[in-house]
């Protein structure tokens, strides 16, 4: 099973006086730094996703199954497996029904549902313990046991209900109908069923009820089946998308901006033609402000334009841009994740307006009239880089990029990706498998340093059998994009022997997709290319794999293979030198999960040290963001600190 972990993610911050989770970094003489923290354990659980299992203990589960086992047997061997598997921070219940009350003529036989573990974390005794008193017994009141379900799981955040079951409802009210009213009451609910050995009108029910419940169905037959089915909904229902960040409100207007000095946030924006107003403080005289902007569109959303503007605080200014970028997508109707940046740099073009690069910054965030997406929640990022000295030194842009051909490993290693980019799953160069469904969006995380370039290939075999027959006869896309640090999209248009970014599964052909990044280097910014300016700091690279929604098709995943090469050049390696600074530390806004546990106003300023006999360099700069229910190390490379990633 891969469980979901929230990983590590590299931004280069440059900021003082940002809480430290990690403990003080060690700072060149007259420049304080610090490892800047989104997030706890504790925060994590709460964006992990909660998850109830409803199981049939009707009198039907004593039959015989495939494989020679009853239905119970089977179904208490896969929930065994799975309970073992479970992440400990994975807030999973358990609820029943059929299992007091045996016929529908005896009294309470359409209510006979007991919730037999409340969600909750580190449970799995109790969980064993409720899995071995399972037993086959009464009736079947599905639609009354998902509306327990639903309260079990309360009214807030990401929840899923995932029901088993071998037969028809037995009882009212319809299944199907209480299914759509949840789903539609609760925009973070969804219900996914697996049918234990179904067939006709009891499958075409169950099927229903995922379909109404926004989830998916999966057959089963044997318990290896159902072990495979219940890994794929678990491990898919407790890594939903999620935003990280410090809750701020933009302003309406430019008088009303909010004020924010580097950091990680998460706002509010509005429908078509609303406005976000932010006023970034400048801490370092002649710095480069990056700013990145990410989230989700609604399904449904056939027009998706966002811009981001900036321009002088100062009234007096000769400029009234100091850059502006857009993410507009009118191609992908089902919901996708989103991602721009733009770094204020005098070596930008366009960019070397004075009054961009000292003083403080305004940011205007619009969603533009046309675009038809609801209000959400988007992140933002904020980082602010030192000058540096010896820019001309430096390796220059890497203007053109070419094909790398990812080494294929012997034994590829079973993964399932992300939801988000807060919670993407770590990888490594190497050899991956996976599998993908209909209308899902994967998130894969590689650290990449100075000189590096990130490589990503997905191949999807061809298509045989019952999954030839379960892909819809209306073309459904595969698509693979890549990220920086900062959630700026590469804009990758390579032509053969590289692979597409976008191809449809029209028929059984096999499917290619993937993307590559240019070299990481300083002077990139220096480009008049968008994306080729983003690939100017290290951190942490993000590749998204996409499949659109096939409403013409059965429910079926579609297996695939991922090859991840991170490929170094010694002729771009060189890291920048970061001119030292005694700004002293501003307070810093508090973090979501410093909000909620202690009230505290959230400022600190760590210590600064004097080098210690490591090589270093003499400038360091914090990179990183310590995500949920990790740790958090630093990997230096050449006057920048790479936070690395890993897993307890």
């Known amino acids: 099973m891969i469980r979901s972990r929230s990983p590590v993610i590299g931004i280069l911050l440059a900021v003082v006086g940002l809480t430290a989770l990690a403990g003080p970094v060690p700072a060149a003489p007259g420049m304080t730094v610090a490892v800047w923290s989104i997030g706890s354990p504790d925060a994590a659980e709460e964006e992990i996703g909660r998850m109830q299992l409803v199981l049939d203990s009707s009198g039907s589960m004593s039959e015989p199954a495939a494989g020679g086992q009853t239905k119970i047997a089977a179904a208490k061997r896969a929930l065994s497996d799975i309970v073992d598997g479970l992440p400990d921070q994975a807030q999973v219940g358990l609820r029943v029904y059929g299992a007091k009350v045996f016929s529908r003529n005896d009294p309470g036989a359409c209510t006979d549902s007991q919730q037999v573990v409340a969600p909750g974390t580190d449970n799995r005794d109790e969980l064993r313990a409720a899995i071995a008193g399972y037993r086959p017994y009464g009736e079947t009141p599905i639609g009354y046991a998902l509306s327990e379900a639903a309260k079990d799981l309360g009214g807030e955040g990401h929840r899923t209900i995932v029901l088993v079951s071998d037969g028809e409802a037995t009882c009212p009210p319809s299944p199907c109908v209480v299914a759509r009213r949840l789903a539609e009451d609760g925009i973070e609910l969804r219900i996914d069923v697996v049918g234990l050995d179904v067939s006709g009108q009891a499958r075409r029910q169950l099927a229903c009820i995922a379909d109404a419940g926004r989830g998916e169905y999966y057959d089963a037959d044997s318990a290896d089946d159902l072990v495979r089915a219940l890994d794929r909904t678990s491990a898919r229902a407790l890594r939903p998308f999620q935003l990280a960040g410090a809750p701020i409100d933009g302003g309406d207007t430019e008088q009303e901006a909010a004020q924010i000095t580097a950091g990680k946030y998460v706002d509010t924006l509005g429908g078509a033609g609303s406005e976000n107003w932010y006023r970034i403080r400048r801490e370092l005289p002649g710095s480069s402000l990056w700013i990145g902007v990410a989230g989700k569109t609604a399904a449904g959303t056939e027009e998706e334009r966002i811009e981001l503007l900036t321009r002088p605080a100062d009234p007096m200014a000769e400029t009234d841009s100091c850059g502006e970028t857009e993410m507009f997508d009118n191609s992908w109707a089902d919901s996708m994740l989103f991602g721009l940046d733009l770094v204020i740099d005098p070596r930008a073009p366009g960019q070397h307006y004075e009054d961009c690069q000292r003083g403080d910054l305004l940011v205007t965030l619009r969603r533009a009239e046309t675009a038809d997406s609801p209000a959400g929640q988007v992140e933002l990022l904020v980082v602010e880089e030192p000058p540096v000295q010896d820019v001309d030194d430096l390796p220059s842009p890497q203007w053109d990029t070419e094909w790398q051909e990812p080494a294929t490993t012997a034994s590829p290693t079973p993964i399932l990706g992300g939801a988000s980019f807060d919670g993407a799953q770590i990888v490594e160069p190497g050899s991956y498998t996976g599998d993908i469904v209909p209308g899902e969006t994967q998130v894969f995380a ?34 693979a994009r890549l990220f920086t640090p900062m959630r700026g999209q590469f804009d990758y248009s390579l032509g053969p022997p590289a692979p597409g970014q976008t191809e449809p599964l029209a028929d059984w052909r096999p499917v290619h997709v993937g993307s590559i990044g240019p070299q990481v280097r300083y002077r990139n910014r220096e480009s008049g290319q968008p994306h080729l300016q983003s690939a100017s700091i290290p951190g942490t690279y993000y590749l998204v794999v996409e499949m659109s929604d096939d409403p013409g098709g059965d429910n079926y995943a579609l297996p695939f293979t991922m090859r991840v090469a991170r490929i170094s050049f010694p002729e771009g390696a060189a890291a920048p030198e970061y001119t030292g600074t005694d700004a002293a530390s501003p307070e810093s806004p508090p973090t979501a999960a410093e909000t909620a546990d202690d009230g505290d106003d959230g400022t600190s300023s760590p210590d600064a040290r004097d080098d210690s006999e490591d090589g270093l360099g003499s400038v360091r700069l914090a990179a990183g963001v310590a995500a949920a229910a990790l740790g958090v190390a630093a990997l230096a490379l050449a006057g920048l600190l790479l936070l690395r990633r890993r897993p307890r």
Request: aromatic content about 8%; charged content about 30%; glycine content about 12%.
């Open 446 to 479: 590689l650290d990449v340093g100075w000189g590096d370039t990130p490589v990503f290939d997905v191949q999807i075999p061809r298509r045989e059998g019952a999954l030839e027959e379960a892909v819809g006869a209306y073309e459904v896309d595969v698509r």
